[in-house]
């Protein structure tokens, strides 16, 4: 099993910033990728970020892309999600999420993952 903790949500303006983190704890003696992804009230959950286990491979959504990067410490085993130049439509909860195999072509889908933090949630506002 494991588990996965969120934190770094909150309020911010237009145009702040937030970083998120994201700590696995449990059976995290191998290698294995990490995501984020975001649902918004009435929306599906959508794909945000994604980093491979070696952090040479970071997948975004074109919604983030030049905003949002994903990084991680694996000393930690923790991922961040730093949130640059925010925006009212990215208000959601933000979910972290831990996949022991995630291909190339199949990051973007939920079920490709795993585990599943409970979530932070994130306020933007105009």
């Not at 191998?30 to 929306?43: D, E, H, I, L, V």
């Not at 491979?57 to 410490?73: E, W």
């Amino acid at each position: 099993q494991v588990q996965l903790v969120e934190s770094g949500g909150g309020l911010v303006q237009a145009g702040g910033s937030l970083r998120l983190s994201c700590a696995a704890s449990g059976r995290t003696f191998s290698r294995y990728a990490m995501g984020w992804f975001r649902q918004a009230p009435g929306k599906e959950r959508e794909f945000v970020a994604a980093i491979s286990w070696s952090g040479s491979s970071t997948y975004y959504a074109d919604s983030v892309k030049g905003r949002f990067t994903i990084s991680r410490d694996n000393a930690k085993n923790t991922v961040y999600l730093q949130m640059n130049s925010l925006k009212p439509e990215d208000t959601a909860v933000y979910y972290c999420a831990f996949a022991w195999h995630l291909e190339t072509s199949s990051f973007l889908n939920p079920s490709s993952y795993d585990y599943w933090g409970q979530g932070t949630q994130v306020t933007v506002s105009s």
